[in-house]
């Protein structure tokens, strides 16, 4: 198209992305769909490129894992990943797209154009070459395929040589043909070239034909802490310590700040150990010490040495002691767990650990200072009724929106009604590079409100409802008993995007889906509260640290300091109206005896927003609902 629009680095992510259909209005002011053709990018700077890889690999084997087709992607030891952005390019358009389907009819007498290109279609399509009207209109359908396949409505399928008709207001899918004096109907309706499946038209722009596939990972700004976690599993196994208490902040700052130090190779006991034997066998040589010393003298030697404060060893073994269990049942599924459990948690620590933080204190004194309430309990009772452990604001966060890959129709294989083929996660292949998927993404530095939910309270609910049995229960007095029976029970790497959790995993089930409501909870009052949009909100969720952090995501990739004033001057306010106005929902009792207790007037928010396609959520897991169509009762975690 020859029309040029501005669109915010963050919505392009999601809303024009290859191989979509999008709705443009032309320089006439006419709307017309286009079919996006291809980003002008640049790779982008100041990320850390294996850390992103790294998730969108373990998302692409959970979908195949579920029986999904990811052939697009390439082999597993050969595919690689770039993760690109918007040039921005003075004079040279960053999307390009163009004018689709090029099929056209006259509302006035329903003559229709098949065009053949761009240049035909401008020429014909403003004035109807059958009757003369200005009537000409686009027909904005196509087809699609879970298969991946997509293509423009055509003339073709519905009799070349014949005359046909459109009439939208008698039939919308379907065409005529005049057959002597009578006119005959022809279906709209054409099988998929790739796997045989018999296809109906669909609106272009409808969200059924293209499902981008968008992860949201929080950037590590500070280079430390990438340089850091690119040591691989040693330096992960210390993330995981660190959580685990078995490592000092402090500590930590230390290792990071000595990286070269501490993943020394001959900085290990053991080289340790075996160069100082050699010292002391010198000894015994020169006749200093005899050889009964020589163990002695090495162990002298190490002590003084202080191995451990440059040594990665200590805390890797404190983490595979904790562990063990899980490490000796399976090595490789042990390592790869670290990983992704890692993974989130730098994540989370880069949030908590923000420059520029808001303290619960801070919004505390801010609303007794304006007077908005008259004692802290005010505020602490409201968090403590709704599960709220911590609250803070995070300043300055960088998030990466990704688009690794999309599907048609539905996202989940498990969900595909298509019998020829399996659903396919179709990939961004480089047509320049071989073996390279384009991750098309945009870097968002925003503000937002971290959520820490009391796991106690959590472990008390799951017991409640009898999600787990006593003998199930840690030791609710003791902090590092709580989080490892987390790590443990709680399983954060089988989170998806695109379906949320399995049905077999009950406990991850459980407390994701308590999240997962809590944060549409948090973002609909949220949205009211600050006058951002709720397309303007999302959120991510760390399930095994049972934390949410709710965020702004302007078009413009501009904070606004919305979230910020809601914590100072609204916080009281927001945490009522979350409590009381999320119960109810304007279809009940419909929507109430659904199995789900969720729908678009309650906890239901648009897909830019959600992070796992608005799966598992319900009212249900915060209220304790009425619903008589189901034997389940589940004791609401905030009416506990």
């Given at each position: 198209?020859?029309?040029?629009?501005?669109?915010?680095?963050?919505?392009?992510?999601?809303?024009?992305?290859?191989?979509?259909?999008?709705?443009?209005?032309?320089?006439?002011?006419?709307?017309?769909?286009?079919?996006?053709?291809?980003?002008?990018?640049?790779?982008?700077?100041?990320?850390?490129?294996?850390?992103?890889?790294?998730?969108?690999?373990?998302?692409?084997?959970?979908?195949?894992?579920?029986?999904?087709?990811?052939?697009?992607f390439g082999a597993d030891d050969t595919r690689k990943f770039s993760i690109v952005e918007p040039a921005c390019n003075k004079g040279v358009p960053d999307i390009v797209a163009t004018l689709s389907p090029l099929f056209f009819y006259c509302s006035s007498c329903h003559n229709i154009l098949q065009?053949?290109?761009?240049?035909?279609?401008?020429?014909?399509?403003?004035?109807?070459?059958?009757?003369?009207?200005?009537?000409?209109?686009?027909?904005?359908?196509?087809?699609?395929?879970?298969?991946?396949?997509?293509?423009?409505?055509?003339?073709?399928?519905?009799?070349?040589?014949?005359?046909?008709?459109?009439?939208?207001?008698?039939?919308?899918?379907?065409?005529?043909?005049?057959?002597?004096?009578?006119?005959?109907?022809?279906?709209?309706?054409?099988?998929?070239?790739?796997?045989?499946?018999?296809?109906?038209?669909?609106?272009?722009?409808?969200?059924?034909?293209?499902?981008?596939?968008?992860?949201?990972?929080?950037?590590?700004?500070?280079?430390?802490?990438?340089?850091?976690f690119e040591k691989g599993l040693a330096a992960q196994k210390i993330v995981v310590a660190k959580w685990m208490g078995k490592i000092s902040k402090e500590d930590f700052t230390n290792i990071v700040n000595n990286i070269d130090e501490v993943f020394n190779k001959n900085n290990t006991l053991e080289?340790?150990?075996?160069?100082?034997?050699?010292?002391?066998?010198?000894?015994?040589?020169?006749?200093?010490?005899?050889?009964?010393?020589?163990?002695?003298?090495?162990?002298?030697?190490?002590?003084?040495?202080?191995?451990?404060?440059?040594?990665?060893?200590?805390?890797?073994?404190?983490?595979?002691?904790?562990?063990?269990?899980?490490?000796?049942?399976?090595?490789?599924?042990?390592?790869?767990?670290?990983?992704?459990?890692?993974?989130?948690?730098?994540?989370?620590?880069?949030?908590?650990?923000?420059?520029?933080?808001?303290?619960?204190?801070?919004?505390?004194?801010?609303?007794?200072?304006?007077?908005?309430?008259?004692?802290?309990?005010?505020?602490?009772?409201?968090?403590?009724?709704?599960?709220?452990?911590?609250?803070?604001?995070?300043?300055?966060?960088?998030?990466?929106?990704?688009?690794?890959?999309?599907?048609?129709?539905?996202?989940?294989?498990?969900?595909?009604?298509?019998?020829?083929?399996?659903?396919?996660?179709?990939?961004?292949?480089?047509?320049?590079?071989?073996?390279?998927?384009?991750?098309?993404?945009?870097?968002?530095?925003?503000?937002?409100?971290?959520?820490?939910?009391?796991?106690?309270?959590?472990?008390?609910?799951?017991?409640?409802?009898?999600?787990?049995?006593?003998?199930?229960?840690?030791?609710?007095?003791?902090?590092?008993?709580?989080?490892?029976?987390?790590?443990?029970?709680?399983?954060?790497?089988?989170?998806?995007?695109?379906?949320?959790?399995?049905?077999?995993?009950?406990?991850?089930?459980?407390?994701?889906?308590?999240?997962?409501?809590?944060?549409?909870?948090?973002?609909?009052?949220?949205?009211?509260?600050?006058?951002?949009?709720?397309?303007?909100?999302?959120?991510?969720?760390?399930?095994?640290?049972?934390?949410?952090?709710?965020?702004?995501?302007?078009?413009?990739?501009?904070?606004?300091?919305?979230?910020?004033?809601?914590?100072?001057?609204?916080?009281?306010?927001?945490?009522?109206?979350?409590?009381?106005?999320?119960?109810?929902?304007?279809?009940?009792?419909?929507?109430?005896?659904?199995?789900?207790?969720?729908?678009?007037?309650?906890?239901?928010?648009?897909?830019?927003?959600?992070?796992?396609?608005?799966?598992?959520?319900?009212?249900?897991?915060?209220?304790?609902?009425?619903?008589?169509?189901?034997?389940?009762?589940?004791?609401?975690?905030?009416?506990?």
């Amino acid at each position: 198209m020859d029309k040029e629009i501005t669109r915010g680095k963050n919505q392009i992510v999601y809303k024009y992305l290859p191989g979509m259909w999008v709705s443009l209005k032309d320089s006439t002011g006419r709307t017309s769909t286009a079919k996006i053709l291809n980003w002008n990018c640049v790779k982008m700077n100041n990320i850390y490129d294996r850390f992103v890889s790294n998730e969108i690999s373990r998302q692409i084997q959970l979908f195949a894992n579920r029986n999904g087709d990811v052939t697009t992607f390439g082999a597993d030891d050969t595919r690689k990943f770039s993760i690109v952005e918007p040039a921005c390019n003075k004079g040279v358009p960053d999307i390009v797209a163009t004018l689709s389907p090029l099929f056209f009819y006259c509302s006035s007498c329903h003559n229709i154009l098949q065009a053949r290109s761009v240049s035909e279609a401008r020429k014909h399509m403003e004035q109807c070459d059958n009757c003369g009207k200005h009537s000409m209109k686009q027909l904005q359908m196509v087809y699609s395929c879970e298969c991946g396949f997509a293509t423009e409505i055509k003339k073709g399928p519905y009799g070349d040589g014949k005359k046909l008709l459109y009439k939208p207001i008698e039939n919308p899918y379907k065409m005529f043909y005049k057959s002597g004096k009578n006119e005959k109907v022809v279906e709209f309706r054409m099988k998929c070239p790739v796997c045989n499946n018999v296809l109906v038209p669909d609106n272009a722009v409808s969200d059924r034909n293209y499902k981008p596939f968008v992860v949201r990972i929080i950037n590590l700004v500070d280079k430390k802490q990438g340089a850091f976690f690119e040591k691989g599993l040693a330096a992960q196994k210390i993330v995981v310590a660190k959580w685990m208490g078995k490592i000092s902040k402090e500590d930590f700052t230390n290792i990071v700040n000595n990286i070269d130090e501490v993943f020394n190779k001959n900085n290990t006991l053991e080289k340790k150990r075996e160069q100082y034997r050699k010292i002391a066998e010198g000894l015994v040589e020169a006749g200093i010490i005899g050889k009964d010393q020589i163990e002695q003298t090495v162990n002298t030697m190490l002590s003084k040495a202080d191995i451990d404060k440059f040594s990665a060893e200590k805390y890797v073994a404190e983490c595979d002691k904790i562990f063990l269990k899980r490490k000796n049942l399976s090595e490789e599924s042990y390592n790869s767990w670290i990983n992704d459990f890692a993974f989130r948690l730098m994540q989370y620590d880069t949030i908590k650990d923000a420059q520029r933080v808001i303290t619960l204190e801070d919004c505390i004194n801010a609303h007794l200072n304006m007077e908005f309430i008259n004692d802290k309990s005010d505020i602490i009772d409201l968090n403590n009724h709704l599960g709220i452990k911590n609250m803070q604001v995070s300043c300055d966060i960088e998030i990466l929106s990704c688009a690794y890959g999309f599907t048609r129709r539905v996202t989940d294989p498990k969900n595909s009604n298509n019998h020829n083929c399996r659903l396919k996660l179709v990939a961004f292949n480089d047509e320049k590079e071989k073996n390279t998927n384009l991750v098309y993404s945009s870097k968002l530095k925003t503000e937002g409100i971290l959520f820490e939910i009391d796991r106690r309270k959590i472990l008390k609910w799951l017991r409640l409802n009898n999600i787990i049995t006593d003998a199930q229960m840690p030791d609710i007095d003791n902090d590092v008993n709580i989080k490892e029976w987390f790590a443990e029970n709680v399983h954060g790497e089988a989170v998806t995007t695109f379906n949320g959790v399995e049905e077999g995993d009950i406990i991850t089930k459980a407390v994701f889906s308590l999240l997962h409501s809590m944060a549409h909870a948090f973002i609909n009052i949220a949205g009211e509260i600050s006058g951002l949009s709720v397309e303007s909100l999302s959120e991510i969720i760390f399930i095994e640290t049972t934390s949410i952090f709710i965020y702004a995501q302007t078009s413009q990739g501009i904070p606004l300091g919305a979230l910020s004033s809601l914590a100072e001057n609204g916080y009281s306010l927001f945490l009522n109206k979350v409590f009381n106005e999320s119960k109810n929902c304007i279809f009940d009792p419909i929507c109430t005896d659904r199995d789900d207790s969720a729908c678009n007037a309650c906890l239901i928010i648009p897909e830019i927003s959600c992070n796992h396609f608005n799966a598992n959520l319900g009212r249900k897991y915060l209220y304790t609902l009425s619903n008589e169509a189901s034997s389940e009762k589940i004791i609401g975690f905030w009416e506990m």
